[in-house]
């Protein structure tokens, strides 16, 4: 198992870890700035690995905030040890999930609403509310608004290990993950309206749980997945 650290963005870090036998890679990522945040935890089995890569950055016990994109492994699933290193750090998340995350979140967790900014000191990072896009009826995605950066979730996953970031197209790949997997990505009309959504943002980087770091016409790589997912399934673009 390899874990790799990339400043992707200004203060912005993707931490990657990625082992043999694993059909796709498992992305982090660090904002550091006076109150830092970490956006997915990874899996507990993992969990000293991720921390050691915070570590290369910040100290981990300065964290104020954890969040993730929805109730996953991959995602969360070691929130309680990173909120057991960091005495003052908060969980953070949207309405639909509370109930399900503060069942297994040890601490209270900050709701944010759909469009809530949460500032960090330099960065703002805006909350948007995406039941089931990617996928899972309680995800959420962020928005580094000073960088243009969008955590996009599991939207432009590819299989294997990544380059840590791209100007390449990305669209091809991650439609033949959609394919591979049609179940795990549950397309309809919500799809065509959030995606036109987050279009609208003009993200300047594309920051995927599976996927590298995209510095192309991220707007249009947006526009060409929906167009395939729409086409995928069988809906109009």
């Not at 390899?2 to 982090?28: L, Y």
């Not at 953070?92 to 609403?113: E, H, N, T, W, Y």
């Not at 962020?142 to 432009?156: I, N, R, W, Y």
């Amino acid at each position: 198992m390899t874990t790799t650290v990339d400043e992707v963005a200004p203060d912005i870090f993707r931490i990657a870890t990625s082992a043999p036998g694993q059909p796709v890679t498992f992305i982090q990522f660090l904002i550091r700035d006076e109150s830092p945040l970490l956006y997915h935890t990874g899996f507990k089995a993992v969990f000293p690995d991720t921390l050691e890569a915070v570590r290369r950055v910040i100290d981990p016990a300065r964290l104020r905030y954890v969040s993730w994109s929805h109730l996953e492994g991959d995602e969360c699933g070691a929130v309680n040890q990173f909120l057991a290193h960091a005495p003052a750090a908060e969980p953070v998340q949207g309405r639909l999930g509370l109930q399900s995350a503060a069942d297994f979140v040890d601490r209270p967790i900050k709701v944010m609403a759909d469009e809530a900014v949460l500032d960090l000191g330099s960065k703002k990072l805006r909350f948007l509310v995406t039941p089931q896009v990617p996928h899972c009826w309680d995800a959420i995605m962020a928005f580094e608004e000073t960088t243009g950066t969008l955590f996009c979730s599991d939207l432009f996953a590819v299989s294997g290990e990544t380059p840590a970031v791209t100007d390449q197209d990305i669209v091809d790949q991650a439609m033949a993950q959609v394919r591979r997997s049609p179940d795990a990505f549950p397309i309809g009309r919500h799809t065509a309206v959030t995606l036109r959504r987050l279009e609208e943002l003009r993200p300047k980087v594309l920051a995927g749980h599976h996927s590298p770091a995209y510095l192309g016409d991220a707007a249009r790589a947006l526009r060409d997945l929906r167009a395939g997912m729409l086409d995928l399934g069988g809906l109009p673009a």
